[in-house]
């Protein structure tokens, strides 16, 4: 992530127009130096100061830095490595999902070249299986029905003698003592009979469940053997795409821990150092875009005219007296202020002007930020 930010001499950054550049207009009589041999004499001549584009190198994820591997002053390319963050949780997410899709991609293989024999063998065997469970079950089944015939019988058996015993309570032919001992064994029958009943029950429960997971286990062999269906093949196919674009964003995501230069320039200012923890805000260097050089001056109202973005211009500074450089017009402002403090005379500071951005198309090698410069403009008639 960079934002861009303009400089002016000694790298400041620039605030206020009042501190940007000054100009001071004038008609060049006769012939206009290497200004007026450039688009010809009579010329308004503008002064400003050189300026440069700084652009601060921010990191897109957090982590700690590894590896800086430029200083101030140095010059770099565009896309130049400049630091390395510690990726280990990045490798770790790229490692788990590389795996994740290796082991749908073996999947989806077997998929598409059929069922192998171990599978049928492993499908098989859990069908025999649950199989074996259902048949014990159904054993248990007819052994707990025979008890339960037996309990019962008895039960009815201990509940007949206790009416009896009742009676002969009630003619007194019977202590009581007797009488509380056959109810006690019909009690236990009556708890033997619902006892082995739950058996019966529990032995059907385990039937019908292992019924169940036969029958899945069945199912499964039965695509074992005839081959998978399009649908399962399709719907794998869509599990290995979905898992090989998580590996893409988790490659990207690593990506992220290598810092580059996003411009060719001077790096300016280096903000941190190896083993500094970073975050998306923290700045790293700050670049000096070289390739990206103007000029802005302030033009009088009264002498817009003619002018536009597009419009050719000539820029000269003091360190090439003898030569020009040649400059386009990228910025006309919209709205009209007053001239800046720096004019030489309280007469021009009642004026108003329109801040013009000039920038330089050639001599980028050679003119650098805070040099003052002059302005012509190649106006059209107007």
């Known amino acids: 992530m960079q934002a861009k930010v303009k400089i002016i001499a000694g790298g400041a950054i620039a ?29 308004e001549v503008y002064s400003g100061t050189i300026e440069g584009t700084m652009v601060p190198v921010q990191p897109e994820v957090s982590g700690r830095i590894v590896e800086l591997r430029v200083t ?21 997410s790229l490692a788990a999902a590389e795996s994740d899709l290796r082991q749908a991609e073996a999947k989806l293989l077997d998929l598409l070249n059929g069922s192998r024999v171990e599978e049928i063998r492993r499908q098989r065997a859990t069908v025999d299986q649950f199989q074996a469970v259902v048949n014990q079950n159904r054993n248990l089944i007819d052994q ?10 008895n039960l009815r058996r201990e509940e007949q003698i206790l009416k009896e015993n009742q009676a002969l309570f009630d003619a007194g032919a019977l202590s009581a003592r007797e009488l509380d001992n056959q109810k006690t064994r019909a009690k236990t029958a009556r708890a033997q009979a619902e006892a082995t009943k739950a058996q019966v029950e529990a032995a059907k429960f385990q039937v019908e469940s292992a019924e169940a997971q036969r029958s ?30 998580k590996v893409r964003l988790a490659q990207v995501n690593a990506g992220k821990a290598i810092i580059k230069s996003p411009v060719q320039g001077r790096v300016l200012y280096k903000h941190v150092e190896t083993g500094q923890v970073v975050n998306t805000a923290s700045r790293i ?21 003619g002018l536009s973005v597009g419009t050719a211009a000539a820029v000269s500074v003091d360190a090439y007296p003898d030569e020009s450089f040649a400059a386009t017009v990228t910025q006309i402002s919209d709205k009209a202020e007053f001239t800046p403090k720096n004019v030489q005379t309280k007469e021009e500071r009642t004026n108003l002007v329109f801040s013009v951005k000039t920038k330089l198309t050639e001599g980028l090698d050679r003119l650098k930020p ?3 410069a002059d302005v012509v403009f190649q106006k059209t008639k107007g």
């Open 285 to 305: 260097i700050t670049v000096l875009d070289e390739n990206d050089l103007w000029v802005k001056v302030f033009v009088p109202e009264a002498l817009l005219g």
């Open 216 to 245: 899945g286990a069945q199912a499964g062999l039965d695509l074992a053997l005839a081959g998978y269906t399009e649908p399962t093949i399709q719907a794998q196919k869509a599990v290995v795409d979905g898992l090989k674009e």
């Open 72 to 92: 101030e002053g140095q010059t770099v390319e565009a896309g130049q490595v400049i630091a390395l963050l510690d990726d280990q949780t990045a490798s770790i």
């Open 144 to 153: 707990y029905k025979a008890n339960l015939a037996r309990d019962e019988e």
């Open 15 to 43: 605030v206020t127009l009042g501190l940007l550049a000054f100009s001071v207009t004038g008609t060049v009589k006769g012939d206009a130096g290497v200004l007026g041999r450039f688009f010809g004499p009579a010329k």
């Open 370 to 372: 805070g040099m003052p």
